[in-house]
């Protein structure tokens, strides 16, 4: 009886080849479209599916292969459904080789809704999840980089293809099937995907990382269709990024877009930022932001929300940093970072906003939208305590309610003209996050008349009290204790400014 193998591809890479070693091997190629005359113009004998179904190619293509006579040949099962095969003279089809049309591509393409709709593949996925259904008797292979597997295979055993290897194909066609179902679905969503039942996240691996958070964890980088922030990072110069890199330059930027229509600099280290200012130029946000604790910024990420100059460049390499980003550099200011090569320099097309956050647990994940507003409303915030407050203070409680907001809670930092001061991030109890802050600070004046934000509201008035203590004059935070009423009396009996925003920003 003759064998068949099915050949309708999008990817023509190697699929000459491939169809070269299944006609040497005895296998008549039925192929349609363009896969088809790709074929034949490369000398390949091609039975048309038309031929087979006796039922021409409908509807502009639309629907070629949708037929009984093709998905019985898939689906057929050896020792079970001969006769009745042969009764409906179906095709004694082997092999199966597909992949689909571009849809990942054209998404970023952003096209009108009807040539998206098009370009959607339903024939393709259709015969990948009935031949991976019936592996134990069908190839299935989706993967140019599979067809030299697949000969080395045949040749190996004679044209006995093992079972593994037929089920290692098939879990990949159903990732291929899966993958290409996510775009689509996260194409067309219009809701929060967190409000549906099922939730779906499609990702394809840009590259494996040397290592995870640790040299003993692996760690790969994924990025999603259509516009994602990670693919349009271009690295200028410097080494190779890390897992703990890649998450230390997206939290820094993260922080950045907060204050991308200002000419702002921040320094993180380990997803805190240990400096931030804003300036009057790169250079002098760098600086000021540097002043909040240098020594915490050597080996930091630096970010920018404006285009680095030279000067500020050849401040940058007096100290050692892993990595700069920016939105763009100045030719000169690249040149000067060339003189140290192992620092890594990274230019990015867009500033990073992230609509969800996962996290994963044994069996499961929390998913949970991204924390992307800063105030509760318009009003911002509610003074409770204190005297009327000028145009700089109000600049400083909006500047350190940003900053606290991107710290790992419990989280206070103290902030003066636009510039971080000192923070205390990761604690268990506030008011040691307060003390550390302050601990940190050997110039104590530094603290006075500056500006207190906190994470979340303040459960006793000791926090208070010890700001007032070192002159701190002004303080938000979310409000909401069951003891705000005690906290804000102790703020007016100290005269400090005390503000509730109604909205706390953990982050943990």
């Known amino acids: 009886m003759d064998k068949y193998a099915i050949l309708s591809v999008y990817n023509k890479k190697d699929i000459d080849k491939l169809a070269l070693f299944l006609e040497k091997n005895g296998y008549k190629i039925l192929s349609t479209g363009g896969t088809a005359k790709f074929l034949e113009e490369k000398g390949i004998k091609i039975i048309k599916i038309s031929e087979i179904t006796k039922f021409p190619e409908i509807f502009d293509g639309r629907v070629k292969t949708l037929h009984p006579k093709i998905f019985g040949g898939?689906?057929?099962?050896?020792?079970?459904?001969?006769?009745?095969?042969?009764?409906?003279?179906?095709?004694?089809?082997?092999v199966v080789v597909v992949n689909f049309y571009p849809f990942e591509r054209v998404i970023e393409d952003n096209?009108?809704?009807?040539?998206?709709?098009?370009?959607?593949?339903?024939?393709?996925p259709s015969m990948v999840r009935a031949a991976a259904k019936n592996f134990k008797n069908i190839i299935i292979i989706t993967d140019p980089n599979d067809y030299d597997k697949f000969i080395e295979e045949h040749e190996k055993n004679k044209g006995e293809i093992s079972t593994s290897f037929r089920r290692a194909l098939?879990?990949?066609?159903?990732?291929?099937?899966?993958?290409?179902?996510?775009?689509?679905?996260?194409?067309?969503?219009?809701?929060?995907?967190?409000?549906?039942?099922?939730?779906?996240?499609?990702?394809?691996?840009?590259?494996?990382?040397?290592y995870g958070e640790n040299p003993h964890q692996k760690g790969a980088l994924f990025y999603t269709p259509p516009e994602s922030y990670i693919k349009g990072i271009e690295q200028i110069q410097g080494k190779k990024l890390s897992y703990n890199n890649i998450k230390d330059f997206f939290e820094t930027m993260s922080l950045v877009e907060e204050f991308k229509n200002e000419i702002f600099c921040a320094i993180t280290k380990h997803n805190n930022s240990c400096g931030a200012a804003?300036?009057?130029?790169p250079k002098d946000a760098f600086l000021k932001a540097l002043e909040g604790d240098p020594i915490s910024a050597f080996g930091g990420i630096i970010g920018f929300s404006v285009k680095v100059d030279k000067e500020t460049a050849e401040e940058i390499i007096k100290s050692f940093f892993e990595i700069v980003i920016a939105p763009?550099?100045?030719?000169?200011?690249?040149?000067?970072?060339?003189?140290?090569?192992?620092?890594?320099?990274l230019k990015q097309k867009k500033f990073p906003k992230r609509k969800f956050n996962i996290s994963m647990l044994d069996g499961g994940?929390?998913?949970?939208?991204?924390?992307?507003?800063?105030?509760?409303?318009?009003?911002?915030?509610?003074?409770?305590?204190?005297?009327k407050v000028d145009t700089s203070v109000e600049k400083d409680l909006e500047f350190s309610f940003k900053i606290v907001k991107h710290l790992k809670s419990n989280a206070i930092c103290i902030v003066k003209n636009q510039k971080l001061i000192t923070m205390g991030t990761g604690f268990t109890s506030r008011v040691d996050a307060l003390k550390f802050a302050i601990s940190r600070i050997e110039d104590k004046d530094k603290l006075k008349d500056?500006?207190?934000?906190?994470?979340?509201?303040?459960?006793?008035?000791?926090?208070?009290?010890?700001?007032?203590?070192?002159?701190?004059?002004?303080?938000?935070?979310?409000g909401g204790s069951i003891r705000d009423k005690e906290v804000i009396q102790r703020a007016k009996e100290l005269s400090i400014n005390m503000f509730l925003t109604g909205i706390r920003h953990f982050k943990h």
């Open 74 to 94: 898939i689906l057929k099962r050896k020792g079970k459904d001969e006769e009745e095969g042969e009764k409906q003279n179906i095709p004694n089809i082997e």
């Open 450 to 478: 500056a500006t207190l934000a906190s994470s979340a509201f303040f459960p006793f008035p000791d926090s208070i009290e010890i700001a007032a203590e070192y002159g701190i004059k002004n303080v938000i935070q979310p």
């Open 170 to 210: 098939a879990t990949k066609a159903f990732l291929s099937t899966s993958y290409y179902d996510s775009l689509i679905f996260n194409y067309l969503n219009e809701s929060s995907p967190i409000e549906k039942e099922i939730f779906v996240l499609g990702g394809r691996k840009l590259q494996e990382l040397r």
């Open 328 to 345: 763009e550099f100045e030719k000169e200011a690249l040149e000067v970072f060339r003189k140290k090569k192992n620092l890594r320099v």
């Open 365 to 387: 994940f929390l998913v949970q939208e991204e924390d992307s507003v800063l105030w509760k409303d318009e009003k911002k915030y509610e003074q409770v305590s204190g005297e």
């Open 278 to 281: 804003v300036g009057n130029s």
């Open 111 to 124: 096209l009108e809704l009807d040539e998206m709709l098009e370009n959607i593949d339903i024939g393709g």
